[in-house]
T-cell receptor, first 117, second 110 residues
């Protein structure tokens, strides 16, 4: 079965540069979530989109922005990169009720590892 | 607010020994709880959800409302169980974010 696809898998940028991370959800999934996992840290929620509208916002810096497009893929744009932005960025997607549980199970992508030098 | 606590940051267990990863929750309303697992260099993936009462890779987790716990258990640990495990609430509503706890690193000793 198709899974969540993230591109690129690895990215190296210098301080003050910009980066764009892409997420392609599972077909027919309409909700996308972005998480950031710093080295040795736990995943932290950044932002989510449902039907192309921002649905929730977590600890996302103002230097970051994101959007969901008509084909439901999402892009996380990061500007003025800082060393502390080095992390694994996960995208997850969900859609509808999951089997008997009635819960909106999230499926995670493999992540994009961003290194800022 | 939905919150979980995983008191153990690291758990080392010998292969073949029983495993129990602790998770306690505090909730307003009916809890919806999951265990996620992250193997080294792999994506985060769902391991269990409490409502389905299933067993995946030998792991089970029972929701104990009296103790507000959702501990993850496996009777005999295997080396491939070494990973980060996250207990997390959420998923009741369409765009519910997952609020991850600190996670527990399970290290299976040979």
């Amino acid at each position: 079965a198709a899974g969540v696809i993230q591109s690129p898998r690895h990215l190296i940028k210098e301080k003050r540069e910009t980066a764009t991370l892409k997420c392609y959800p599972i077909p027919r999934h309409d909700t996308v979530y972005w998480y950031q996992q710093g080295p040795g840290q736990d995943p932290q929620f950044l932002i989510s989109f449902y039907e192309k509208m921002q649905s929730d916002k977590g600890s996302i810096p103002d230097r970051f922005s994101a959007q969901q497009f008509s084909d439901y893929h999402s892009e996380l744009n990061m500007s003025s990169l800082e060393l502390g932005d080095s992390a694994l960025y996960f995208c997850a997607s969900s859609q509808g009720l999951s089997g008997q549980s009635g819960s909106y199970e999230q499926y995670f992508g493999p992540g994009t590892r961003l290194t800022v030098t | 607010a939905q919150r979980v606590t995983q008191p153990e940051k690291l758990l080392s267990v010998f292969k073949g020994a029983p495993v129990e990863l602790k998770c306690n929750y505090s909730y307003s309303g009916s809890p919806e709880l999951f265990w996620y697992v992250q193997y080294s260099r792999q994506r985060l993936q769902l391991l269990l959800r409490h409502i389905s009462r299933e067993s995946i890779k030998g792991f089970t987790a029972d929701l104990n409302k009296g103790e507000t716990s959702f501990h993850l258990k496996k009777p005999f640990a295997q080396e491939e169980d070494s990973a980060m495990y996250y207990c997390a609430p959420g998923g009741r509503f369409r765009d519910d974010k997952i609020i991850f706890g600190k996670g527990t690193r399970l290290h299976i000793l040979p």
